[in-house]
């Protein structure tokens, strides 16, 4: 059976122990109830290293009150075998009381990158993030970590700490894994009742539609928000958060389609905002 360590000693011991071996280490962290998005990565870092730990951690300082920490879906047993079989050697479980203790007061800030997009509507999200992941790094030290193209803008916010913090990890992005139909798979899926998971393929469709303008020859940023929006207004359980297009490296808005440009929507589908992107180089 795969290792399941439940505190910060007991990860760092078992690493200590293969550092004396001079085994190389990947890190995958992740929030749980894992899927085929998240065993992409462990793919890629069992694929890369000798040893590989997945951190499974609801992170709830990376959550508003009014969001879903409580009820997002957790399924450890799951989880394990699913590691087990990808080939990982030890999960990381914390229980929130072993990450923040009672006086716990430091937090992560980054002043670029993070107010726009997810930052705007989930104000406090990438403090929480850019907090736990330091952590994560810190307790585990990885060789390489490994994140989703899924969340771009987190994968940025992390490339741009670990420069700024100087954590001597190599960061490896991966593609997004999408269902048969194009939704990009991902725990809060499970939210989405019958109907609303057939609407919610409309992130992807109208993603791939503003791919293909833009493939044809479009450069005017506008043009294909506006097309990517119109499209999405058609699934009646639609409600859109945003749909922006930003320089991949600043995160400013773009009028003119040049260079590394993401593509981004967040969209309720009832209650569940869900999140896709393509990030298009010219
Ligand atoms: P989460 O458990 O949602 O916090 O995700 C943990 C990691 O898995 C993050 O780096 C995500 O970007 C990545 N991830 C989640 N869903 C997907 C997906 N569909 N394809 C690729 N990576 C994903």
Same mark, same amino acid.
């Given at each position: 059976?795969i290792t399941i360590a439940k505190t910060v000693d007991e990860v760092r011991s078992i690493v !200590?122990? *293969?550092?004396? &071996?001079?085994?190389?280490?990947?890190l995958v962290p992740t929030m749980g109830f894992l899927?085929?998005?998240? #065993?992409?990565? $462990?793919? =890629?870092?069992?694929?890369?290293?000798?040893?590989?730990v997945v951190s499974v951690f609801v992170n709830p300082t990376q959550f508003?009150p009014?969001e879903d920490f409580e009820s997002y879906p957790r399924d450890l047993n799951k989880d394990a &075998?699913?590691c087990? #079989?990808?080939?990982a =050697?030890v999960i990381f479980h914390p229980e929130p009381s072993e990450m923040y203790h009672e006086d716990y007061s430091t937090f992560?800030?980054?002043?670029?990158?993070?107010?726009?997009?997810?930052?705007?509507?989930?104000?406090?999200? +990438? /403090?929480g993030v850019?907090t736990v992941v330091s952590k994560l790094f810190h307790i585990v030290?990885?060789?390489?970590?490994?994140?989703?193209?899924?969340?771009?803008?987190?994968?940025?916010?992390?490339?741009?700490?670990?420069?700024?913090?100087?954590?001597? $990890?190599?960061?490896?992005?991966?593609?997004?894994?999408?269902? =048969?139909?194009?939704?990009?798979? /991902?725990s809060?899926?499970?939210? @989405?009742? &019958?109907?609303?998971?057939?609407?919610? %393929?409309? @992130? /992807?469709? =109208?993603?791939?539609?503003? @791919? /293909?303008? $833009?493939?044809?020859?479009?450069?005017?940023?506008?043009? %294909? !928000?506006?097309?990517?929006?119109?499209? $999405?207004?058609?699934?009646?359980?639609?409600?859109?958060?945003?749909?922006?297009?930003?320089?991949?490296?600043? +995160?400013?808005? %773009?009028? &003119?389609? !040049?260079?590394?440009?993401?593509?981004?929507?967040? %969209?309720?589908?009832?209650?569940?905002?869900?999140?896709?992107?393509?990030? *298009?180089?010219?």
């Amino acid at each position: 059976m795969i290792t399941i360590a439940k505190t910060v000693d007991e990860v760092r011991s078992i690493v !200590k122990g *293969w550092r004396k &071996e001079g085994l190389s280490v990947g890190l995958v962290p992740t929030m749980g109830f894992l899927h085929e998005g998240h #065993k992409s990565l $462990i793919d =890629a870092a069992v694929r890369d290293n000798d040893r590989v730990v997945v951190s499974v951690f609801v992170n709830p300082t990376q959550f508003a009150p009014n969001e879903d920490f409580e009820s997002y879906p957790r399924d450890l047993n799951k989880d394990a &075998e699913l590691c087990e #079989k990808a080939g990982a =050697a030890v999960i990381f479980h914390p229980e929130p009381s072993e990450m923040y203790h009672e006086d716990y007061s430091t937090f992560v800030d980054m002043r670029t990158l993070t107010q726009v997009l997810c930052g705007k509507t989930r104000p406090i999200h +990438f /403090s929480g993030v850019c907090t736990v992941v330091s952590k994560l790094f810190h307790i585990v030290a990885p060789d390489r970590a490994y994140f989703g193209q899924k969340d771009a803008q987190q994968l940025a916010v992390i490339r741009h700490m670990v420069e700024d913090l100087n954590f001597d $990890i190599e960061i490896v992005g991966c593609p997004i894994v999408r269902e =048969a139909d194009g939704l990009a798979k /991902s725990s809060r899926n499970t939210y @989405l009742n &019958e109907e609303e998971r057939k609407q919610a %393929v409309i @992130l /992807s469709q =109208a993603l791939k539609e503003g @791919l /293909s303008l $833009i493939q044809q020859g479009e450069r005017d940023a506008d043009k %294909v !928000k506006n097309v990517v929006r119109s499209r $999405i207004g058609t699934a009646p359980l639609a409600r859109i958060d945003y749909v922006e297009m930003v320089d991949f490296k600043t +995160f400013e808005n %773009v009028k &003119e389609i !040049k260079g590394e440009i993401l593509t981004a929507v967040a %969209v309720y589908i009832g209650k569940t905002r869900l999140i896709d992107n393509f990030i *298009w180089k010219g």
